[in-house]
């Protein structure tokens, strides 16, 4: 399984643009990129998935590299209902066998 | 999205004792779901998969007969936690995945249950 590394936290105002990079060094050719939102006491929720260039959703977009072995969430606009901790995760999706194994995470805390 | 529902929400039970927590799959049929536990401040922690019909393949340092899986539908799957211990207090949360048409994969996870051992 292909580790991650992404910022511990990170402090942004609303209206801003937030970007969370996330490193996956040794990401292996059938590997998908997947990020997840927790807020707290809750479970995570799909934010997006990609496998290569950018990727573009009703609230994120996600840029890959022609190397993939980064990738970078983007969230537009941020308001204060988008502080919680976003995780990044990366594993083969196609043969069914993933095991999602998360890291730490970003904390995004969101200021008025 | 598919949904995945938890239940119960919150427990609070007495030590020595066992408890159970349901994870199903709303609107889709789930082959495989995995149960992970998350302390406070701290990231999500595999316990173990969960395969339809099948014995559930657990992380190391997870105690299978401490932590009891059944996965006897594609809808359901339970998670018991025997002979309950304070140390056992943390938030249980399940997944389920579905395998999409199109080959890639989505995961689904549920809301959580928040075990309290007195």
């Known amino acids: 399984l292909a580790k991650t590394t992404q910022p511990i936290s990170m402090d942004s105002y609303e209206g801003q643009e937030v970007n969370i990079t996330c490193s996956h060094n040794n990401i292996a050719t059938n590997d998908y990129i997947t990020w997840y939102q927790q807020f707290p006491s809750q479970g995570p929720r799909f934010i997006i998935q990609g496998y290569k260039t950018k990727v573009t959703n009703e609230v994120a977009s996600l840029f890959i590299p022609a190397d993939r072995k980064s990738s970078t969430l983007s969230l537009p606009r941020v308001s204060l209902s988008d502080t919680a901790v976003y995780y990044c995760l990366v594993g083969d999706m196609k043969t069914g066998g993933f095991k999602t194994i998360f890291g730490a995470g970003t904390r995004l805390f969101v200021k008025a | ?118």
């Not at chain 2, 922690?45 to 105690?63: C, D, F, H, I, R």
């Not at chain 2, 809808?75 to 140390?87: D, I």
């Not at chain 2, 395998?99 to 309290?116: H, I, N």
């Open chain 2, 1 to 118: 999205g598919a949904v995945v529902s938890q239940h119960p929400s919150r427990v609070i039970c007495k030590s020595g004792t066992s408890v159970k927590i349901e994870c199903r799959s709303l609107d889709f049929q789930a082959t495989t779901m995995f149960w992970y536990r998350q302390f406070p401040k701290q990231s999500l922690m595999l316990m173990a998969t969960s395969n339809e019909g099948s014995k559930a393949t657990y992380e190391q340092g997870v105690e299978k007969d401490k932590f009891l899986i059944n996965h006897a539908s594609l809808t359901l799957s339970t998670l018991t936690v025997t002979s309950a211990h304070p140390e056992d207090s943390s938030f249980y949360i399940c997944s389920a995945r579905d395998l999409g048409a199109g080959g890639t994969d989505e995961q689904y996870f549920g809301p959580g249950t928040r075990l309290t051992v007195t």
